[in-house]
RNA sequence: GUGGCCGUAGCUCAGUUAGGUUAGAGCGCCAGGUUGUGAUCCUGGAUGCCGGGGGUUCGAAUCCCCUCGGUCACCCCA
């Protein structure tokens, strides 16, 4: 391989244009679910106070390892947002808009990690975040947000996963019969899971080590452990999902990465995906964030979903393909006047996707060109045509040998907006 | 961060096992096949410091070391 100057870092890639109309679109439909939902758009800086995220909780390997962070020239510590939510919970902190607030976002995220299949540093996300309810019919709502979404792309094998973390005043007594539980079994679990078992015991629930799968199969069960209030919440929950129909599978010992998460917390798994990285989706109540961030003791509940992990899912289930963003029409121009310009300019502000054929290319080759071009239609501008004031209107079909469809023609060059138009219906 | 596998034209790869003349194929690309027209077909053409650096050798794409990048698993997460 040639070896270029310079060359994308890793774990970023260069977006072109079948992909980037895909994710355009993707967005456009997650836009309109959202709004349909009574959700208002933000778009959060891109780089916040490296407290915005350390205050998301140190045991994370989110913030404790993977945060891209650095100063600026006024020796302000920044990092670049490893997510939106810590961003939506302190920008409500800073500007306080009327709860219920719904919001939504997309953008890019940045992580330090190890890149992999499904896993940049640089990765985009859609979500939608709900500050100021602690109703647990808001869980469902936003669940119900990403499963409709899932629905109109037409991704099939997605499997909702849900559980319930409890209440920080739940939390003590369950970690500490996890202690327990992994203390009396050290001998089996694997030396990882150890560390990771003083560090932060929930996460031992996370591994996924063979030699663990056992032991934590029979682990403690959380929702065991559940106070009145969540479990109440918890019950309304899966109430709300079944009267909504949405499918959900109980997994109770999802645990997230992200240490805010009390109470709901879910996961979309696609099962068209192989490999470590199925989750496409995920999200739950962090009801002490925005306090954390400084702000009022407001509840919140959220979710992102990964853009490029779901359009993996996509591709594997082989559903919301690119858009076609060819050109409608295309110039074909060997006149060594500036007709073909004078055309495409006069298609384009008509609003007649227009593109151009390389005019320093013989005709055969401009022809060759316009063919690949997917456009419906070339206008063809030659000597003779310059001469004449007029422009042959070729229709392209998709084998140039068959003799039915419409035929070239010639027409006054006053006349190929409308002749296009037509036939590109 | 740890470990396995991989890195040859724009793309997909052969050649690396036992080092040996100017490094190959398919696809793609460009130009022709008579005067201005996209398929196919025919002919011709361009493009690689064989990821980079160092070493062994008379000689390295082939062997050794380092490095960079990719990929997969763990870790973690979307």
């Given at each position: ?55 998301l909780g140190e045991a ?81 709502e936003l669940i119900a ?55 932060n015991p929930l996460r ?222």
């Amino acid at each position: 391989m040639a070896k270029p100057l310079f060359q994308a870092l890793p774990g970023t890639r260069d977006l072109m244009s079948p992909d980037t109309d895909r994710m355009r679109e993707f967005v456009a439909v997650f836009a309109d679910e959202a709004a349909k939902a009574g959700f208002g758009q933000i778009i959060p800086p891109m780089f916040e106070d490296v407290g915005v995220f350390t205050r998301l909780g140190e045991a994370s390997d989110v913030v404790s390892k993977e945060l891209y962070d650095f100063r600026d020239k006024a020796d302000r510590h920044i990092a670049l947002r490893p997510e939106h939510t810590a961003s939506v919970c302190r920008i409500f902190a800073e500007k306080r808009p009327l709860t219920p607030w719904r919001t939504w976002y997309a953008g890019p995220n940045f992580r330090y990690d190890k890149p992999q299949k499904g896993r940049y540093r640089q990765f985009d996300q859609v979500g939608a975040e709900l500050i100021g309810s602690d109703e647990p019919d808001t869980d469902t709502e936003l669940i119900a947000l990403a499963s409709r979404f899932y629905d109109r792309i037409g991704l099939k094998n997605v499997t909702l996963l849900v559980n319930s973390l409890g209440d920080a005043t739940d939390r003590p007594r369950y970690l500490e019969a996890l202690r327990t539980y992994f203390g009396a079994n050290l001998d089996v679990l694997s030396e990882q899971s150890q560390i990771t078992l003083k560090t932060n015991p929930l996460r031992v629930l996370d591994s996924k080590r063979r030699e663990d799968a056992g032991l934590i199969a029979d682990a403690p069960v959380l929702t065991d452990y559940l106070g009145d209030d969540a479990a109440a919440s918890f019950e309304r929950v899966k109430a709300g999902l079944r009267g909504l129909d949405i499918k959900f599978e109980l997994a109770p010992r999802l645990v997230r990465g992200l240490d805010y998460y009390n109470r709901t917390a879910f996961e979309f798994i696609s099962e068209s995906l192989d490999g470590a990285q199925t989750a496409i989706g995920g999200g739950g109540r962090y009801d002490g964030l925005v306090e954390a961030l400084g702000g009022p003791p407001e509840s919140g509940v959220g979710f992102a979903l990964g853009i490029d992990r779901t359009i993996l899912a996509c591709d594997a289930e082989g559903v919301f393909g690119a858009p076609d963003n060819s050109a409608a029409a295309v110039v074909v121009c060997t006149s060594p006047g500036t007709e073909g310009l004078e055309i495409a300019d006069e298609l384009r502000r008509a609003g007649i996707a227009t593109t151009r054929a390389d005019g320093t290319r013989s005709m055969k080759g401009q022809m060759k060109q316009a063919g690949k071009s997917g456009a419906k239609v070339a206008l063809i501008v030659g000597p003779d045509e310059a001469e004449a004031g007029t422009v042959s209107v070729r229709p392209m079909l998709s084998d140039p040998n068959s003799s039915d469809g419409p035929t070239q023609s010639v027409v006054p060059r006053a006349d190929v907006v409308t002749t296009v138009k037509e036939i590109i219906q």
